[in-house]
């Protein structure tokens, strides 16, 4: 008979006031997390053709058909750098972000069957995608790699701070797919405005301008937005296109901290209700 | 320290339902509170307070004032009709819904098999199910590793493992499904129902593998209706009828309160006078009855007890010949026997009273009927009761050489077998040449 300690004995009562965050018993179930994030890349790539070359594919042909209407034929300026690797260099971290934010955001409709049937701390459900993302991510970059080389784009020190951008990129996501996570499971309306929230977010991102475009008066609002400087740092720290964003990023920065903070103290708190109400 | 593993106090569960159980819209929140301040200057203007909402949601308690304690190592069993609160219960243990009141303690590791197969995904092969499903019920992936091929191996599907579940029969889902589970190495285990899954020999492999978890020192809280089994793995057993506790104690002792108050039997049927009672001017019933004839305390009528079969009859024409007897039924609506007097005595005006005694060991278990009837000749048939008597013969664990799945045919006997091995050799296939 295995010994039971007092560390293991758990209480089932209704939970009311603070409630704690249990980022301990997350990294108990870490194994879940991962198995979760390989069971949707798995699925994704059964049955398919063409397998993980999707992950390259949809940046790519985003990217062709951006460098035609907005490079070519808009002519917006490029920062001094092609517009192909200009687009393209800021469509990978946004496209990664996107994703993010919209599996988090339907994480718990679309794992609601086993909500009702087995406890797990469920964050593991919102956070399972950042992992997926993140071998998108890495696809996507090698072709990044190979677009650098293309076009004789020597990186310089820079580079080393581009963790720091995607690090922002996804808690950014996560903190809004938390939020969304919760809502959606409570409110089934909201999961209908994802898509419109992802589209609108792009075009307040300076993906296919620079946001040299942006008026000088509006440029601090415009700062606030996390992804102008993820997108902005990422082609700072690889193309060496100005401006060097750091000013305007710990401002944003700390929005998105507040931001993901109250979203896991808002889901943890709907949590107990979330197998009642799916 | 109490060598407890769970302990219930007070625990309720409550779900609203009717006016929200439709999926809330946050535009519909929204209006909610545009409405009610128009709604609420209105009322004002009229001269009311502030109205509330025209629909009233109403609540449900699926569980109310649960108490209970569990030691550790018992094997509890918990019964009751479909929507009496089994399976709400085992869902806040396991911490999958919130309790509304009162709370629980555990202590030790859960692992619960509410459902077979959960997060099983149709595109991945079975071996990939395996750890997911693995993972998913807390097990972790060295857990998994170790108990790979026994789990493939209790699940029979060797074959099959790197076909994607989609293309699996419904038994090997379930087979699956419920091989993961049963290697769960947790201290306390919750089982709902799921054994009723699966075709006969499979059930019989769950079973058996519930009882090495039982009987192995580890919490087993179970939910079936399979009362047999419940009855031999469990040493305690819980009886819930609309979300609160109605008995506990000993699984025979809880199962035969339930299945008396479950099923509804009619053992005897009297009628006080000859006006109300079935018949004719030449005969009327007046009272059968069907009583067990054992000493077993609880007064159920098991697969072994004799049953002592009575009916009393006015007799209203002196000297008038006639026999009686009945016709058994069981729930398929198979006929399984009948019986009566054969010898067409007459007797005198007044009440006449036939008896008989079924043995024991006869018939099988289920719900049957007795017809009753009263013949003058082969072609007469004066009085013909149908459905006069309804009874339930429950099964016992005796004689089944642990065995629990269905038995299933008419009749039940006890029929003694003898076997001698025979000295003579086997004989060599004869190969017939070219």
Not at chain 1, 241 to 246: D, K, M, Q
Not at chain 2, 122 to 134: A, D, W
Not at chain 2, 259 to 274: A, D, K, N, S, W
Not at chain 2, 307 to 334: D, H, K, Q, S, T
Request: proline share 5%; charged share 20%; with cysteine.
């Amino acid at each position: 008979m295995p010994e039971l300690d007092h560390k293991s004995l758990r209480v089932m009562r209704p939970s009311h006031g603070l409630i704690s965050l249990q980022l301990l018993r997350l990294w108990e179930y870490r194994e879940l997390l991962f198995f979760l994030a390989w069971r949707d890349l798995k699925v994704r790539y059964k049955q398919t053709v063409l397998g993980v070359a999707w992950a390259i594919l949809q940046p790519l042909a985003t990217m062709l058909v951006f460098s035609i209407f907005f490079g070519r034929l808009a002519k917006i300026p490029s920062a001094g750098v092609p517009y192909p690797i200009f687009v393209y260099c800021a469509l990978v971290p946004w496209q990664m972000f996107s994703f993010v934010l919209t599996e988090s955001g339907n994480s718990l409709l679309h794992n609601q069957y086993m909500l009702t049937k087995i406890y797990f701390p469920r964050l593991v459900v919102p956070i399972a995608p950042v992992l997926t993302a993140l071998v998108d991510f890495a696809v996507a970059f090698t072709m990044l790699v190979g677009m650098m080389v293309y076009y004789g784009v020597v990186p310089k020190a820079t580079v080393l701070l581009l963790p720091f951008f995607l690090a922002l990129a996804l808690l950014t996501a996560l903190a809004v797919g938390v939020w969304l996570a919760a809502l959606t499971a409570e409110y089934r309306d909201v999961r209908h405005t994802i898509p419109f929230l992802t589209q609108f977010w792009m075009y307040v991102t300076p993906i296919v301008y620079p946001s040299s475009l942006v008026p000088e008066k509006w440029r601090i609002l415009y700062g606030l937005n996390p992804m102008a400087g993820v997108v902005e740092g990422f082609r700072w720290a690889l193309l060496g296109t100005p401006p060097t964003p750091l000013a305007a990023l710990f401002p944003s920065l700390l929005l998105v901290l507040l931001l993901l903070f109250s979203g896991l103290i808002y889901f943890r708190r709907l949590e107990s209700t979330f197998a009642d109400v799916i | 320290m109490n060598d407890l593993a769970i302990r219930a106090v007070g625990l309720g569960k409550r779900y609203r339902i009717g006016a929200q159980v439709s999926y809330k819209a946050m535009r519909d929140t929204i209006m909610e509170a545009v409405k009610a301040p128009l709604r609420a200057t209105a009322g004002w203007m009229r001269g009311h307070k502030s109205t509330k909402p025209a629909v009233e949601a109403s609540q449900l308690w699926a569980l109310r004032d649960v108490a209970f304690e569990i030691k550790q190592g018992q094997a509890v069993g918990i019964i009751g009709r479909n929507g009496s609160g089994k399976s709400t219960l085992l869902k806040v243990l396991a911490q999958v819904t919130e309790p509304t009141e009162g709370y629980a303690e555990i202590r030790g590791r859960v692992g619960s098999l509410l459902e077979v197969g959960v997060g099983f995904h149709p595109e991945l092969t079975g071996r990939e199910n395996i750890y997911l499903n693995g993972a998913i019920l807390g097990m972790r992936k060295a857990e998994i590793d170790r108990n790979f091929d026994e789990i493939v191996a209790f699940a029979e599907v060797e074959k099959f493992l790197d076909t994607p579940v989609k293309h699996y029969s419904s038994g090997m889902y379930v087979r699956l499904g419920f091989a993961v589970a049963a290697h769960l190495e947790t201290e306390i285990l919750f089982v709902d129902e799921v054994l009723s899954v699966g075709d006969v020999a499979f059930q019989e492999k769950c079973l058996g593998r519930m009882k090495h978890a039982a009987s192995g020192g580890r919490t087993v809280l179970f939910v079936s209706h399979n009362l047999l089994a419940i009855q031999a793995l469990c040493q305690h057993a819980l009886w819930l009828d609309q979300g609160r506790v109605v008995a506990e104690g000993r699984p025979a002792a809880v199962i035969s309160s339930y299945l008396q108050h479950v099923r509804t039997t009619t053992t005897e049927i009297v009628y006080e006078g000859p006006a109300e009672a079935p018949g004719n001017d030449v005969v009327r019933l007046r009272r059968a009855s069907v009583q067990p004839l054992s000493q077993d305390s609880l007064g159920s009528i098991t697969v072994r007890t004799p049953l002592l079969i009575e009916f009393e009859v006015w007799n209203l024409r002196a000297g008038i010949r006639f026999n009686c007897g009945f016709n058994l039924y069981n729930e398929y609506g198979i006929h399984v026997f009948s019986t009566g007097t054969v010898d067409f005595d007459s007797y005198p005006e007044g009440l006449i009273r036939l008896s008989c005694e079924i043995p024991g060991d006869l018939l099988n278990t289920g719900v049957h009927r007795i017809e009753f009837f009263v013949m003058l000749s082969e072609t007469e048939i004066p009085l013909v009761c149908t459905d006069l008597l309804t009874f339930e013969v429950a099964d016992s664990l005796i004689l089944r050489g642990g065995y629990f799945g269905e038995w299933p045919g008419a009749m039940r006997p006890k029929i003694s077998w003898t076997t001698k091995v025979l000295r003579e050799p086997v004989p060599k296939p004869v190969i017939l040449g070219g």
